[in-house]
């Protein structure tokens, strides 16, 4: 039986809106810094120079996809930004990178 075309409407609207689960990342960053929201144009502007993306943001918590080839870099980015610490899932990083910053004051 086929499901009505409003429930098949609203099933992308809802996966679409839903915050990127942190086990989707290959790498979670805990991220100190004195103030979030300079922090966030950091490192969009760290992202816009290395080729990355934001694909999502939430609160105090911020996914991002790196370049495998420019993953070195964007860590060296993030240690100017603020103290910061890691924890990676595997040691073959795949490419793109996915990495959760979690900002913490």
Do not use: C, N
């Amino acid at each position: 039986m086929a499901q009505s075309p409003r429930v098949q409407d609203e099933r992308p609207q809802a996966a679409a809106t839903r915050p990127l689960a942190a086990s989707h990342s290959d790498v979670i960053a805990q991220l100190f810094v004195q103030d979030r929201q300079e922090a966030r144009r950091d490192i969009g502007l760290l992202l816009a120079r290395l080729g990355g993306s934001r694909k999502a943001e939430r609160e105090s918590t911020v996914w991002l996809e790196v370049p495998r080839s420019r993953y070195a870099e964007f860590t060296r980015g993030l240690a100017q930004i603020g103290s910061w610490q890691s924890e990676q899932g595997s040691s073959a990083l795949p490419d793109p990178v996915a990495v959760t910053v979690i900002l913490t004051r």
